[in-house]
């Protein structure tokens, strides 16, 4: 039931006088939610019919209402009669409850970080104009009037050359390498004399659990409501060129590693950028790039690793019992203390908590994703050329060719965090005196991730019809909403799997942002160093699940995104070093399985 709280605001209060003055009646729900302000106007005088602009673009020129505004910030309205007579308020929604008051302090903070990094330097130098147009070189324009623009980040663009240059400059060695990968993980070269704290299994698992997350349930909803089946394509094309960035990226990470006094080992961006630079004669230039790095780990981690995992997990919690509706902070806080048990162990916990909890999760959301598949695997054929059709043939409102292809290379960078540096940080930890192997290993990460259960994600939005989104519905829903076509009962089951899924990402994150943190701040073997950071970690999920989603993935893309900066930079300076060492090592391994060399 809804509980009206008037506010009127009289924009009579500016010092000239309205033209057509107007009254707003914000109400809002009880509980308090997130989001959800409901905004009326009221014009006094002038010729109608009226049209409302409304500074929300899915609101349309004849509302007179406005819904799911956001509290804590600024929103506008400007109305304009028939004889062309105008007047423009702005107003504010005062936030209310715990989960309003956290969003509308986060909400701001994100949006004016990503207005500078996720900023369109190509649209800004006036390399392309970013308005969308049809067929006809008519502007196309939201609901509410205002036209539509196609956004191309640089840090996207950076991020989809990077993967190409690893694939061909290297010879493919997502091809090439994928037996010997298979073989790598069954232990087949394992030795356990060699240094380090995991097996390649268990390190496989620590950063699987980071990246086989949400990511791969709501990522891939958000890419196709955003971008339609044809973001899919370049989602798996995203997927089996960033096996190649994955493999570069945590063949340094072993190579340049510290294993401290007490056996543990600290590995990833931070620790092998200033020794490539070093190398290079930059030493200043790499500590100082190494500690940006760093620092981006832990935002990242607070992030992707963090309040991405519990507001997805809140959202759907909340679709399958929405009683708990506006109590995000108090799941976020249970969510804190369950993953607060696991981490006070440092990696040895994590991995032999992840080498269960990681392959139990997979099958289990794959299982029941291939049960919906395989029930309407006639539908295959149609789904395929919906994906084609739209990866190739986008329409204009999807930004067309460019567009489509950015948000599935987008998406996909939150999925398996390829090229972003982050998981080099959990194989470094592996026993083996031989960084190319573990380089071999990871690159099976993207291909799970990507290629395999983002494909299947995708698979069942689509052959449920539920790409259509005719709910406009928002990351983790959508994906349920596909389940829950099929059969009624599934959300729970997937609710399972989503917890699981966040929980797991969000424990591997805590322990990358807080190698991070050591890095940054010292004290690699100081307990108060790690608890002071766990502190912060586990705060983080809390305003996760109090969030709004668009914060959330606005601030995950920030910082995942800046990583790759700094990690590809390395690489390309190492390329040749990377290369030379794979080859050897595959050399190596042929003689091992009696194959031909050449």
């Known amino acids: 039931m809804k509980n009206f709280f008037l506010i009127f605001v009289l924009l009579a209060i500016t010092q000239q006088v309205l033209a057509l003055p107007i009254t707003i009646n914000i109400s809002s729900q009880n509980p308090p939610k ?27 020129l004849s509302d007179t209402i406005c819904k799911a505004l956001a509290e804590g910030v600024k929103h506008s309205l400007r ?21 309003e008051k956290i969003n509308s302090i986060f909400a701001p903070a994100v949006e004016a970080v990503a207005n500078v990094v996720l900023a369109d330097v190509f649209a800004l130098s006036g390399l392309y104009d970013p308005i969308i147009c049809d067929e006809n070189g008519v502007e196309m324009l939201y609901p509410n009037g205002t036209p539509m623009k196609r956004h191309i980040p640089f840090t996207v663009v950076w991020l989809i050359l990077g993967a190409l240059f690893c694939t061909i400059y290297m010879r493919f060695p997502n091809i090439r390498c ?126 992707g690793g963090c309040v991405f995992e519990s507001n997805q997990a809140f959202a759907q919690m909340a679709a399958v019992f929405p009683s708990i509706e506006g109590h995000g902070a108090i799941f976020g806080l249970i969510m804190a203390i369950a993953v607060a048990v696991v981490i006070v162990g440092g990696i040895k916990s994590i991995a032999k908590f992840t080498g269960v909890i990681v392959p139990v999760m997979g099958i289990l959301y794959l299982v029941t994703s291939l049960v919906i598949v395989f029930s309407n695997i006639s539908q295959l054929p149609n789904a395929v050329k919906l994906i084609f059709n739209g990866a190739f043939n986008p329409s204009a409102a999807q930004g067309g060719f460019i567009g489509i292809l950015i948000i599935g290379f987008q998406r996909a960078a939150l999925s398996n965090e390829a090229g972003i540096g982050s998981s080099p940080i959990a194989h470094s930890a592996v026993r083996t005196s031989e960084p190319v192997s573990e380089g071999i290993v990871a690159l099976l990460e993207p291909f799970i991730d990507t290629v395999i259960i983002c494909t299947t994600t995708a698979l069942v939005i689509i052959f449920t019809g539920m790409y259509k989104n005719p ?82 993935v606005g601030m995950t893309d920030i910082m995942m995104l800046c990583l790759a900066f700094p990690n590809f ?28 060399t050449r």
Request: charged share 15%; net charge positive.
């Open 471 to 552: 709910n406009g519905l928002d990351g983790i829903q959508l994906t349920s909403a596909a389940f829950e076509s099929v059969f009624p009962w599934y959300p729970y089951l997937l609710l399972v799997s989503i917890i699981l899924f966040a929980f797991s990402t969000t424990i591997s994150w805590s322990y990358y942002a807080l190698t991070a943190f050591k890095f940054l701040f010292g004290g690699n073997n100081s307990i108060l160093t790690t608890r002071i950071f766990q502190l912060i970690f586990l705060s983080f999920t809390v305003i996760g699940a109090a969030s709004s989603v668009d914060a959330v």
């Open 569 to 596: 930079i390395a690489i390309y300076m190492s390329a040749k070093e990377i290369k030379s060492d794979l080859e050897k090592y595959m050399s190596k391994i042929k003689k091992i399985n009696n194959e031909p």
């Open 178 to 303: 994928f037996k010997t990968a298979i073989r790598l993980v069954r232990g087949k070269y394992d030795n356990d004399k060699n240094k380090g704290e995991v097996s390649h299994f268990q390190a496989l698992a620590t950063a699987l659990s980071a990246t086989v997350g949400l990511g791969n349930i709501a990522g891939v909803a958000l890419a196709i409501s955003i971008g339609g089946p044809g973001a899919v394509f370049w989602l798996i094309v995203a997927g089996f060129l960033g096996m190649a960035s994955k493999f570069a990226e945590c063949t340094l990470g072993v190579k340049y590693r510290k294993i401290n006094s007490d056996g543990s080992v600290a590995g990833g961006g931070m620790y092998y950028i200033p020794e490539i630079f070093k190398k290079h004669g930059l030493s200043k230039t790499g500590k100082i790039l190494g500690s940006i790095f760093a620092l981006f780990v832990i935002g990242a981690g607070l992030g």
């Open 34 to 60: 997130i989001n959800n302000a409901v905004a009326e106007a009221h014009v006094i005088g002038g010729t109608p019919p009226y049209n409302y602009y409304w500074s929300k673009t899915s609101a349309t």
């Open 79 to 99: 109305v304009e009669d028939a004889n062309g007579n105008s007047s423009e308020i702005t107003f504010f929604i005062e936030p209310h409850g715990i989960d």
